[in-house]
């Protein structure tokens, strides 16, 4: 719903999408015959606003009743004066793609996204807005920005979009992959990271707060994946040893660039050994194989297993030399032998309540399979599953590695606090675990993941995360129970 055409007509297109606005009923309508479960029993009620757009910019027929027409459920009526003419309690302000080609959801397949899809895709706005209405009911507004290149978030002007937000509290969330490439792919609702970062910066500077992701600066930590080589050498975070190998170095030589990327990784293990005789802890050996990946990607796209110098340099040539890449750095990191990544949810952590450390849900996965030296699809298992799977039926093995895990996730999460004054509503850490013998287990961290990052299966995931969303929207939420 726009208030002029061009709202609509040009791209990026602006609009109201959820929110009071005009109508007349239809029929009469008595409430004791009304079901919540049956349609045919709700409200028939008949837009009345004359301008409707879709996110392609086209116009819908205003004058043909069935285009206008709709049933809604009585809660969502009122008459002229009342609420509906208040400012609502929250706005919204929603960054979404409006492109020809729709996002995919991904619900099948072991490592799809399941019925509530990927986020950047109609199914999971769905649900996140369901929750909104479920918890706020009526009194919350929408205001949807739809895109169809990286080009358009520059045309978005933070400050007179912070005018159409009425609410008494804003908030803004962005369903997008940023991405270290130029525009031009085929993967809808991937756009340039470094225009996605500007516009965020931009609305958090106008009083807009990023509510999903994360504010911006956090979102840049988790994204650009960082922090797996300023970490690495940490003897209590567990990280595997990286280092950043310059774009230039390979366009220069990439034979090289492998070389020194792999002495780079010796170096790396002869200081982690010194640290470690200095703490007492057993040396590691020295790594001989490894992956090679990218930070600003999504989904495994940009994930390759090297075991040799030869390897490697195809590695990063293939990484780098992508059509569009705007790539200033790979990742090389030492290989991890692990036999089950425990996925652990972490929402609304206090540190001041160890309660509130515990993870609300683990996934336990294991890589299915490794295409051309690539990481692609995994299973998913509850913890007695994976402990016959992948542990020898070794209960006490699993307790171990699960005990290890609690430990390196609360570090994490203290970390986590310098990194921003607030804590993040929800993060997911991957930590990679295996069986060393009876009763004992060995520990890494695999990942740490934004809010965002696919449930994998967890089935109060989207009601616990989208819940959670929602009271990050209010200063107070003491009013707010959980959905």
């Known amino acids: 719903m726009v208030q002029h055409r061009t709202s609509g007509v040009l791209h990026p297109s602006v609009g ?189 500077a106008a009083g807009i707060p990023s509510r999903f992701p994360h504010e911006s600066h956090l979102y840049k930590i988790f994204a650009s994946k960082e922090w797996t080589a300023q970490m690495c050498l940490h003897p209590l975070l567990k990280v595997p040893l990286t280092t950043m190998v310059a774009r230039q170095a390979v366009a220069t030589d990439p034979s090289k660039a492998a070389i020194e990327a792999m002495n780079a990784l010796k170096n790396l293990a002869d200081a982690r050994a010194s640290w470690n005789r200095q703490l007492g802890q057993p040396e590691k050996p020295y790594p001989n194989k490894g992956v090679a990946k990218l930070g600003w990607s999504w989904e495994a796209m940009d994930v390759q297993a090297w075991k040799n110098k030869q390897e490697l340099e195809r590695a990063l040539v293939s990484l780098v030399e992508q059509p569009g890449s705007m790539v200033d750095q790979i990742f090389v990191q030492e ?57 020898q039926n070794d209960d006490a093995a699993m307790a171990d590695a699960e005990k290890q895990a609690e430990e390196l996730c609360g570090r994490w999460l203290q970390w986590l606090q310098a990194q921003t004054h607030t804590m993040p509503t929800v993060v997911r850490m991957d930590i990679m675990a295996r069986r060393l013998g009876p009763g004992k287990a060995a520990v890494a961290t695999g990942e740490l993941t934004e809010l965002g990052g696919c449930f994998l299966g967890w089935p109060q995931g989207p009601s616990t995360v989208f819940s959670a969303m929602v009271r990050s929207c209010f200063k107070n939420t003491s009013n707010l129970a959980p959905y």
Not at 179 to 184: L, V
Not at 339 to 368: A, C, G, N
């Open 16 to 204: 109201k999408t959820d929110g009071w606005t005009t109508a007349r009923v239809n029929e009469n309508w008595d409430a004791q015959y009304y079901n919540p479960h049956d349609y045919q029993t709700w409200v028939e009620i008949q837009w009345t606003h004359p301008l409707w757009y879709n996110r392609r910019g086209h116009r819908l027929d205003v004058k043909n009743p069935s285009m206008v027409t709709q049933r809604v459920m009585p809660e969502q009526v009122r008459r002229g004066k009342s609420e509906a003419q208040r400012p609502p309690q929250l706005s919204l302000f929603h960054l979404r793609w409006g492109g020809e080609q729709p996002v995919n959801p991904v619900t099948e397949g072991a490592g799809g996204w399941g019925a509530t899809g990927s986020n950047p895709s109609d199914n999971y706005i769905n649900a996140w807005e369901d929750v909104v209405f479920r918890m706020l009911g009526p009194n919350y507004e929408i205001i949807s920005a739809f895109i169809q290149n990286s080009d358009e978030l520059g045309k978005l002007a933070p400050a007179l979009l912070r005018h159409l937000l009425k609410g008494q509290h804003v908030a803004a969330c962005y369903f997008m992959w940023p991405i270290a490439f130029q525009d031009g792919h085929e993967f809808p609702a991937y756009v340039q990271r470094e225009k996605l970062i500007e516009l965020m910066v931009q609305m958090e």
């Open 335 to 391: 290989w991890v032998d692990f036999e089950v990544e425990m996925r652990h949810f972490f929402v609304e952590v206090d540190l001041h309540d160890r309660s509130t450390w515990k993870p609300k849900y683990i996934v336990y996965t294991v890589f299915k399979s490794r295409d051309d030296g690539c990481f692609r699809d995994f299973d998913k298992y509850d913890r007695q599953t994976a402990i016959g799977m992948t542990f």
